[in-house]
């Protein structure tokens, strides 16, 4: 059974930085597609950044070139790095495994604010 734990969030200015972390714990973590989603109040969840096994990556056009999402394979982790960070970024952020099954974590909260 696939468990994911995010980490790293908390309250940053705007321009600020974060680094987000999701332990993955489970067989395989290197065939999954992993993902990181956000969901602000009173909207949908989206996708922020995915990467693939091949660590192919695809990011919502809202954060490209500010955030960076990777993996270590050894270490089971995937990150998600984000930079000049702005209000509309405060969320929950939400990891999420892929391999025929989708499994999500409890989420960790973003929030954006001076």
């Known amino acids: 059974q696939v468990q994911l734990v995010e980490s790293g969030g908390g309250l940053v200015q705007p321009g600020g930085s974060l680094r987000l972390s999701c332990a993955f714990s489970?067989?395989?973590?290197?065939?999954?597609?992993m993902g990181w989603y956000r969901q602000a109040p009173d909207k949908p969840r989206e996708l922020v950044a995915s990467?693939?096994?091949?660590?192919?990556?695809n990011y919502a056009a809202s954060v490209k070139d500010r955030f960076t999402i990777s993996r270590d394979n050894a270490k089971s982790m995937v990150y998600l790095q984000m930079n000049s960070l702005k209000p509309e970024d405060t969320a929950v952020y939400y990891c999420r495994s892929s391999l025929g099954t989708v499994r999500w974590g409890q989420g960790t909260q973003v929030t954006v604010s001076s």
């Open positions: 489970g067989s395989a973590f290197s065939a999954y597609v």
């Open positions: 990467i693939t096994s091949g660590s192919s990556t």
